[in-house]
């Protein structure tokens, strides 16, 4: 027989179901709610619960718990809500007599929001604001996702996210948890200034800083730095209590002229600041919910107190018989997205494709060039940058000879017309150049690509490539520029194909990127 309960054993229960935020919310199943206790009985308010399966599974678990608690004094019921439809509701007996109701009130009901990967202008700043928060706290940090949910911070998240991206800050949660205890786990929190971030409030932060200071360096005599992303990954900076603007002046007076290399001796000094905990780069990715969690720095190489932390890692070197190449898009006309013909080569590193690789680059075109976007097969596909276009030509090059890649659409016919014209002379230029490529990278060892086809047939690939697009033509053309020359002349150097790989993923011995610390 059920016990006689009343309204506040309830809301007693309630209350002491989980930890409660500074307004006196309570945690549960990831939502925080609020009770509110009426004439007919008591409502529980939940503000606005990230997305749709959250709000059901907290009403389903909320259901449960209280009718093992309250054995037999609870009897499921439903409503209409407007604007919502049919609702589940508790029905309960004051003190086994009056006739009373649990309701349950979702003040606004997620959006669908966005769809896509969160943009770094919201996921850079909601990690500025987990660090921040724990640098507040005066020693505590955040141990577990609900320390998160019960902080103030949670409410500046949700703020942040807004209806366009609140549906992805659930699961977002675990990446902000574990950002802050390995950043904490391997830095002093008292040594750390607030951090800021440009796209929070136009907050003025170091990137900005760096953006300005590289227009003034030269990477080498007569030749800029380049740009900001292209010389420095780091998407937040944590710098020491001492004033940001105290940090800049050292900066620029470090990496003054004169100097054989601006940014060589601006890397030099960033790696003594790394040494001395006054500023550190840190590179965020996304931490997927069970992943393990991995701290690590890199560039500084240089510098005998760092390599000697467990964060740091050396390079992996490949040796030749480890790097292999997927090339079947250079010969074999197989469908992409849109239905154009597929354009994409692949190098593999340690396998033969993604499944057993520990790295790939992905040659693919990109406007009128071809680009060289770096992975991470084993961490889910992980994506570590795009090497620059121009070192790329510089590493194809080195040590070389009759290089005709520029990268440079402008190289190949203009379209199927053109084309079509100077392949139907056998004793034309481009005949025999694109005859002798295909002849040398078809025939090379290292081609994976084992089906059967002859010159002629790859010339009406291309003909149909470019007939659907000129630029899907030209893409096939700019391949196999790029494969011959990068065969015939690196075909045995395995430190070609990894400064590829490296200079994507701005990790290198060479001093050319900035150092950082990589939470990932």
Known sequence: MATKITTDDIEEYLSGLGRQDSKGKIYFERVLFDIKTLKSGIKIMLDSPDTEPIVKNFKSKMIKTLMEEFKGNFQKQERLQP?????????????????????????????????????????????????????????????????????????????????????????????????????FGNYSQSKWAKFKHKDYRGQDDMQVFFKKHLKTLERS???????????????????????????????????????????????????????????????????????????????????????ALDAFTELEMFDMKHINFGLRNVFGIFPGKGGAPAGTTYIWFGGTNDASSEFKIAITRSGDALVFNTYIPSAKGAQGGQSPKNEVI????????????????????????????????????????????????????????????????????????????????????????FWYDALNNHDDDPEFWTDILYFGMKITTKGKFAPYSKIS
């Open 221 to 307: 005599p007569g030749i800029k730095a380049g740009t900001y992303e292209q010389w420095n990954p780091s998407d937040l900076y944590a710098v020491k209590r001492t004033e940001q603007a105290g940090l800049e002046r050292e900066i620029e007076e470090a990496s003054k002229r004169p100097s054989a290399n601006n940014l060589l001796k601006l890397n030099s000094h960033l790696i003594k600041l790394m040494e001395s905990e006054e500023l550190v780069g840190i590179s965020l990715k996304k931490i997927e919910s069970g992943e393990t969690p991995h701290f690590k720095i890199y560039n500084v190489d240089s510098s005998k107190l760092l390599t």
């Open 394 to 481: 510089k590493l194809l090059k080195n040590k070389a000879s009759g290089v005709t890649f520029k990268n440079s659409y402008s190289d190949y016919p203009v379209d199927a017309k053109a084309f079509d014209k100077v392949m139907q002379k056998t004793t034309s230029t481009e005949y025999r150049e694109y005859k002798k490529w295909f002849d040398f990278v078809y025939e090379h060892s290292k081609n994976d690509y084992k089906t059967k086809v002859d010159f002629e047939e790859w010339i009406d690939g291309v003909y149909g490539a470019y007939k659907i697009r000129a630029k899907v033509g030209k893409t096939k053309l700019a391949l196999l520029n």
């Open 83 to 183: 604007r919502v439809g049919k609702v589940l509701r508790l029905q309960y007996y004051e003190n086994g007599t009056k006739t009373m109701y649990l309701d349950f009130d979702v003040k606004e009901y997620p959006a669908k929001g966005k769809g896509g990967t969160l943009p770094p202008k919201i996921s850079e700043p909601a990690t500025m604001l987990v660090l921040n928060a724990a640098l507040e706290s005066k020693g505590k940090v955040f141990k577990k996702e609900e320390d998160i949910f019960v902080n103030d911070v949670y409410k500046d998240l949700e703020k942040l996210f807004g209806k366009d991206w609140g549906h992805k800050l659930d699961e977002w949660i675990y990446t902000f948890l574990h950002q802050n205890l390995l950043f």
